[in-house]
Nanobody, 125 residues
Framework: QVQLRESGGGLVQAGGSLRLACVAS????????MGWVRQAPGKERENVAA??????????YYADSVKGRFTISRDSAKNTVYLQMDNLKPEDTATYYC????????????????WGQGTQVTVSS
């Protein structure tokens, strides 16, 4: 069983930055995906970013909507994944969920095995 706990959401003006963090606890395999999914009211969930982790290293993937503005990173010693969000736009307003997939997908996964509770990000214009 894996538990995910997010932090770092908040209210920011357009053009500003926020950093989300997600700490994973419990049993994780040596190869997995960890990432961020967002959902705005009335809209479908959107995979935002993911990191694929294997024994040989890691690789990152982004939705087109956030490429060049968001950066996902991982601190393996802390079992933590970060999402640095820069140049935020009002359309980035959503609840952001940390998610983990217990298998490696070299891309943005279509499904996840574990979810965090979510953290709200609100970008004002």
């Amino acid at each position: 069983q894996v538990q995910l706990r997010e932090s770092g959401g908040g209210l920011v003006q357009a053009g500003g930055s926020l950093r989300l963090a997600c700490v994973a606890s419990g049993r994780t395999s040596s190869a997995f995906n960890m990432g961020w999914v967002r959902q705005a009211p009335g809209k479908e969930r959107e995979n935002v970013a993911a990191v694929a982790v294997t024994r040989g290293g890691s690789s990152t993937y982004y939705a087109d909507s956030v490429k060049g503005r968001f950066t996902i990173s991982r601190d393996s010693a802390k079992n933590t994944v970060y999402l640095q969000m820069d140049n935020l736009k009002p359309e980035d307003t959503a609840t952001y969920y940390c998610a983990l997939k217990t298998a490696v997908i070299y891309g943005l996964p279509n499904s996840w095995n574990y979810w965090g509770q979510g953290t709200q990000v609100t970008v004002s214009s």
